[in-house]
């Protein structure tokens, strides 16, 4: 997924709605038992059995999957960068104010009360010399490097067209949200307060439709059928009261390697996806514990706190707005031939403040997902108990999240918890789970 800043919110939105657990390979025979003697007798080790599962990964494929997403680390800061340069070249160059004039032409020949068609023309033209500008990265990024480290499944023809289908999402999504926010930016003095609100309600209104009429542009879903998976995972939901008579399942092998599941959707089109790699690569220890992860995300309303929680970093980012926009267009608005926030030429100005913004509130966003992830996880561990299912789960995730971070580049970086805090979670609840004298092991 695009981290640039014009993909931002869809990429936000689509973050949402995949509060997902992934993975790939499957690892080998199982430790040796890690018991501690103590005084009450053999006690079962959780710092012992975390070290041993983290063990039987190979030191070439940990450096691997460190590179991988170290690299991630640093394309944050390229997209940044990039998307930022490509903004400010539209508006140095007189592009921004040229395609702004051009739109109003089309859309003043079309009458009056056709206003909003000229923030649509704007944003097709402005849209599509950004994604022309940004598309030498997102080839490194989504294409060569994901084949690179064995995570991508598709030839560079689907590939393509899967951003095609992409750019065309987009266009028309951002189309409708850029004509409402522009109704409003012109119209109220209080325009950052609206300009949120409407955000917000699109971000609602994207969750909603998402899983039904833009997810299936990518990939098929289908019913879960095999009974001998379907049954353990309707039992769950039932235990847990979560009204759900389908599993759905995505045949997400069409692009990637990735083992993965998420909750997606809100009122009524919230399902549960589990994809077609976890249902090949995982034993069925292991598929209950990733679908109690799950349920743990529906049980717990996650994508409603999730849209919460961006409401309110947007609310944010549009108080950030008021207070720059202005001084950057008192600065630089003659070069750029930007007269205003109602300007629609101005789009890039408050694109490059909201990347900048977004930028900087990267460890806030990771962090807020990461800790409904780790709740996630301790439903999951109550919900399908199956501690060693879910060590195993999260050491297949180590394919291509580091498993072993230091405790800051955890909190900065990840937006799920790591390998190792999954680990010691599921190896504590063995723990307390088990008889004092059960030194059963991982
Ligand atoms: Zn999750």
Same mark, same amino acid.
């Given at each position: ?9 869809? !990429? ?34 959780? #710092? ?14 940990? #450096? ?33 104010? #040229? ?38 990265? #997102? ?6 490097? *994901? ?18 289908? !992409? ?118 220890? *292991? ?85 409904? *992830? ?24 180590? *394919? ?30 063995? !723990? ?11």
């Amino acid at each position: 997924m695009r981290r640039g800043g014009t993909c931002l919110l869809v !990429a936000i939105v689509l973050a949402l709605q995949s509060l997902s657990v992934a993975a790939a390979t499957s690892p080998v025979a199982d430790p040796a038992a890690p018991v501690q003697e103590t005084a009450g007798g053999p006690r079962f080790d959780v #710092a012992a059995a975390t070290a041993a599962y983290l063990a039987k990964v190979p030191p070439d494929k940990k #450096a691997r999957s460190d590179a991988y997403f170290e690299g991630g680390y640093w394309l944050l800061l390229w997209d940044f960068l990039w998307t930022a340069a490509a903004l400010v070249l539209v508006l140095r160059l007189g592009w921004s104010a #040229a395609m702004r004039a051009r739109a109003e032409r089309l859309a003043g020949g079309l009458g009056g009360k056709l206003r909003w068609l000229g923030t649509v023309f704007y944003w097709a033209q402005l849209f599509t010399v950004i994604t022309v500008l940004q598309f030498p990265l #997102a080839v490194y990024e989504g294409y060569f490097r *994901e084949h690179k480290y064995g995570l991508a499944t598709q030839t560079f023809g689907p590939w393509l067209g899967d951003q095609v289908k !992409a750019f065309g999402v987009n266009l028309v999504m951002y189309g409708i949200l850029l004509a409402l926010l522009y109704a409003v930016l012109r119209r109220s003095r209080n325009w950052w307060l609206w300009g949120s609100l409407v955000s917000v309600l699109f971000l609602t209104f994207g969750a909603l439709i998402a899983p039904v009429y833009i997810f299936p542009l990518f990939n098929t879903f289908t019913k879960l059928e095999d009974q001998a998976i379907r049954g353990p995972i309707l039992s769950l939901a039932r235990a847990n009261g979560i009204a759900v008579n389908d599993v759905y399942v995505m045949d997400a092998s069409r692009q990637t390697t990735r083992v993965g599941a998420n909750v997606s959707g809100v009122m009524g089109t919230t399902r549960i996806t589990l994809n077609d790699n976890l249902l090949k690569r995982c034993s069925l220890p *292991e598929i209950e514990a990733v679908m109690g992860h799950e349920m743990g995300h529906y049980v717990l309303h996650h994508n409603y706190k999730g849209i919460a929680f961006l409401g309110f970093l947007i609310v944010l980012g549009f108080a950030f707005l008021r207070m720059s926009f202005d001084g950057a267009v008192r600065r630089w608005g003659m070069t750029w031939g930007v007269s205003g926030i109602g300007d629609l030429a101005g789009l890039p100005v408050l694109m490059l403040l909201l990347a900048v913004y977004f930028f900087v509130m990267t460890p806030v966003l990771n962090s807020g997902t990461r800790i409904e *992830e780790a709740e996630a996880d301790l439903f999951g561990l109550n919900a399908a108990r199956q501690p060693d299912g879910a060590a195993e789960v999260a050491l297949k995730l180590g *394919e291509y999240r580091k498993l072993d971070p230091g405790p800051l580049e955890e909190m900065v970086f990840f937006d799920h918890p790591s390998g190792r805090s999954r680990i010691e979670m599921a190896m504590r609840f063995k !723990a307390e789970n088990l008889p004092a004298t059960d030194p059963s092991t991982p």
